[in-house]
């Protein structure tokens, strides 16, 4: 091979080898999310000034990463599955467990933040129904009576709660395209994601309004970072995702990025660029460490909002990096205690319930 053969070598590894970074990788889009959020929380929407810009920027990046891995994952798992009520209980745990356990640390402390006399905080229809419209995602961007009113978006009892939402429905569209026969081979999966990416481009291109709204509009942008991440995972064969590969994706990235496309385009970028870091060997004690770090991720991102909300009603006179600097440690303390305590437990749970098929027939 000449020296110029690694810019066509192609990156991709075997998931089954569980020899990856990915779950580095989700860890390091939670915590991009969460320094947005250290600055948001005092400051507002929309983000400002050239720093702020760019900020936004990489956490957008960040959200579509988790996307585009969770795409390229599920894949992997609906493809493979003999057994859809394998598939749905473990996509209910990976999920519920952790949302409500979030949702009911909010209910408990959040009383504590309030304007409100206790007696209007109780008997305020706001309270008791913010239970069921989080975890039911009816409106993930609700908030509590009277709580956290020093801060712009205090209204918002648990901003990222809002992104669960399109998950699910990715988790859902999977769901019933593997019961009806329709997501088992590489191709139905490749036509399902130029699909999702029409879909993505004609809502960009003409817009929607109607029944709905956000809704469509989000799931327009969201829909395709997942299938783009299906696509690598069903085309892993045919398309070789290599330096040169990744760089020709950036480039055509930059060339889209005035058109509606714009931004399926530079999802097909990070995605390439996601997938080949994610399967990257990393050599010696420090890639052995970042194989192996317990995937804190989803507690980090459903707890740093109401931690960040607290420090900031604690000591408001806090500027974006302090409150980031006290943000990132407690979240990730907190994603480790709700890994050991909830999800943990939860999956173990799941195992339980719905024991592998080879278990269940080497019984027999």
């Known amino acids: 091979m000449s020296k110029f053969g690694f810019l066509f070598r192609d990156g991709l590894g075997r998931l089954e080898d569980k020899s990856n970074n990915f779950t580095a990788m989700r860890i390091a889009f939670a915590m991009i999310v969460l320094y947005g959020h250290a600055i948001v929380i005092p400051m507002g929407k929309p983000y400002v000034g050239a720093w702020g810009l760019t900020v936004d920027f990489i956490v957008q990046c960040a959200l579509d990463g988790f996307f585009i891995l969770s795409g390229y994952m599920i894949t992997a798992s609906a493809m493979k599955t003999t057994e859809i009520s394998r598939y749905t209980a473990s996509r209910f745990f990976r999920i519920f467990p952790g949302l409500i356990a979030a949702v009911l640390i909010v209910f408990a402390v959040y009383p504590f933040f309030t304007s409100l006399s206790q007696a209007e905080y109780w008997t305020s229809t706001q309270t008791w129904t913010f239970p069921l419209v989080m975890i039911g995602q009816v409106d993930p961007l609700a908030g509590l009576p009277g709580t956290f009113e020093n801060s712009p978006v205090g209204h ?39 699909l999702a990416c029409v879909f993505g481009a004609l809502v960009a291109t003409f817009g929607y309004s109607g029944i709905g709204e956000g809704t469509i509009t989000t799931l327009a942008r969201f829909g395709p970072a997942f299938m783009i991440g299906a696509f690598f995972f069903a085309a ?67 707890l740093h909002w ?59």
């Open 236 to 302: 892993r064969d045919q398309v070789r995702i290599s330096p040169a590969f990744i760089a020709l994706a950036g480039v055509a990235a930059l060339a889209a990025h005035e058109l509606a496309i714009g931004w399926m385009m530079l999802d097909v970028f990070l995605a390439s660029a996601y997938l080949w870091l994610g399967h990257a060997h990393i050599k010696g004690r420090v890639g052995h460490a970042v194989r192996n770090v317990e995937d804190v991720s989803y507690g980090i991102y459903i």
């Open 156 to 194: 918002s009892a648990n901003g990222p709660l809002w992104t669960i939402r399109y998950e699910l429905m990715a988790y859902l569209g999977v769901g019933i395209l593997t019961v009806m026969g329709l997501y088992r081979t590489k191709w139905l999966v490749v036509l399902w994601a130029a």
């Open 306 to 364: 109401p931690i960040g909300l607290v420090a900031f009603a604690l000591l408001p006179s806090l500027n974006t990096t302090e409150l980031a600097l006290i943000m990132a440690p407690a979240a990730i303390l907190a994603g480790w205690v709700l890994r050991e305590t909830v999800e943990k437990p939860a999956l173990a749970w799941k195992d339980r319930l719905q024991p592998r098929k080879t278990a269940r027939v080497a019984a027999a």
